[in-house]
C-alpha cells in the first residue's frame, strides 16, 4: 500500500469517524450482535460460536478508552432461550504485538493463533441478572496497550467474543468509550470487523447495511457468503458505481455465496450490503452470518461506519433500479 494511499485513507477515516464506536454502528441499523453457546445447534444462526471485533484508538489518543458490552449475560432480556438458559459467553480484550496483525484473526473461524497478542482482561458471564439489559466495562486501557498499526492510524485492539458451552443465543452490543460512565465517543476511533453474526429486525420497514470497504486496486471481484438467511427478503449491493445488483440468500442452516465484479470507480469507497427482510415479516428471530471475501479469498474489512460516506450511485439516475 502507498504512504499517499495511506494518507487519504486515513484523512477519510477522520472526516467519517462521528457515531463511529457503537457497534453495529448507527447507520449499519442492525439491533444486535448475536454469538450461540457452543452446543447449540447452527439452524440457530450461528456455525462457529465466535464473533471477532476490532477497535482502532487513534495515535493522538493518550487518555485511557475503556471497551463496553452492553447486555453481556445470557438470560432474561434480549437473549434467545433453547429450553433453560445453561451458557457462558467469554469476551476477552487483547492487545500488543501480534494481536491484530496476526492473520489467523482475519479469518471466519477460531483456528491457529486467531488469539495471538497480550490478554488484556476477560470475563465469562451466563445468566447473570445484575448485567442483563446492563453495561458491562472493560477498562481503563491504556491506548499505547494496543497493537500499532500505520495502516489504521493508530492502536488496535481485539475483542473475541467466544459462546464457550450451552446452547442459548446471546445478543450484546459494544461501545469504544473515553469514560467508564456511559457512553461517549473516543475522538477519531473506529470499529471493524471481518465477519459478522447479527441478529436482523424483525420489523420489515426496517433496512440493515454493512460497509465493506474496497481498499485495493487489485480487487476485481468479491464474493459474499452467508448462513442461515431462512430465504428472508433479499440482499442488495448498492455503491457508487452500481444502482443495485441482488445477492444470493441462503436457505435455513445453510451456506450460500454469490460474486460481485468490482469496477474501478470502486477502488478507495465502501459498498452498501442492504438487508432487506420480507414485507410479510413472517421471519422472526433472524440470526445470520455474513462476510466477504476478495477474489484471493482474503476477507474484506467492514468499518462500523463506512468509509468515505454512504457510496452514493453515481450512474444515470433513470437506470436506478435493482438489476
Ligand atoms: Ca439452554
Ligand atoms: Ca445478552
Ligand atoms: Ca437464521
Not at 440457530?44 to 485511557?64: E, L, M, N, R, Y
Amino acid at each position: 500500500m502507498s504512504k499517499l494511499f495511506n494518507l487519504s485513507f486515513i484523512l477519510l477515516l477522520v472526516v467519517t469517524m462521528a457515531q463511529a464506536q457503537p457497534v453495529p454502528g448507527t447507520d449499519e441499523n442492525i439491533p444486535n450482535l448475536m454469538t450461540f453457546g457452543a452446543d447449540a445447534e447452527t439452524s440457530w444462526g450461528d456455525a462457529h460460536f465466535c464473533q471477532i471485533i476490532f477497535f482502532t484508538v487513534p495515535k493522538s489518543q493518550t487518555a485511557p478508552i475503556y471497551i463496553k458490552v452492553f447486555d453481556p449475560d445470557c438470560g432474561g432480556e434480549n437473549d434467545e432461550i433453547q429450553g433453560e438458559w445453561d451458557t457462558q459467553t467469554s469476551f476477552s480484550l487483547y492487545g500488543g504485538k501480534g494481536s491484530c496483525s496476526n492473520e489467523d484473526a482475519k479469518k471466519i473461524n477460531l483456528d491457529g493463533d486467531y488469539d495471538e497478542g497480550t490478554l488484556l482482561a476477560s470475563k465469562t458471564f451466563g445468566d447473570d441478572t445484575q448485567y442483563d439489559m446492563k453495561w458491562y466495562t472493560f477498562g481503563p486501557i491504556n491506548p499505547s496497550e494496543g497493537e500499532y498499526i500505520e495502516e489504521e492510524g493508530g492502536f488496535v485492539f481485539k475483542l473475541i467474543i467466544e459462546g464457550v458451552s450451552g446452547d442459548d443465543g446471546n445478543m450484546y452490543r459494544l461501545f469504544m468509550s473515553d469514560n467508564a460512565q456511559d457512553e461517549k465517543e473516543v475522538e477519531g476511533g473506529y470499529a471493524f470487523y471481518f465477519k459478522y453474526t447479527i441478529r436482523l429486525h424483525d420489523d420489515p420497514k426496517e433496512m440493515s447495511h454493512i460497509y465493506p470497504y474496497i481498499n485495493d486496486s487489485s480487487i476485481v471481484s468479491i464474493k459474499q457468503t452467508n448462513f442461515d438467511w431462512d430465504s428472508d427478503g433479499w440482499i442488495v449491493v448498492r455503491s457508487v458505481a452500481t444502482a443495485g445488483k441482488f445477492m444470493k440468500i441462503s436457505k435455513d442452516d445453510e451456506w450460500i455465496s454469490s460474486l460481485y465484479t468490482i469496477v474501478p470507480e470502486e477502488y478507495n469507497t465502501s459498498l452498501d450490503i442492504q438487508m432487506k427482510k420480507h414485507p410479510s415479516g413472517s421471519i422472526r428471530n433472524n440470526n445470520v452470518i455474513i462476510y466477504f471475501e476478495n477474489q484471493y479469498g482474503e476477507l474484506l474489512k467492514s468499518y462500523s461506519v463506512p468509509i468515505g460516506g454512504v457510496p452514493k450511485y453515481k450512474g444515470n439516475p433513470e437506470a436506478e433500479e435493482i438489476e
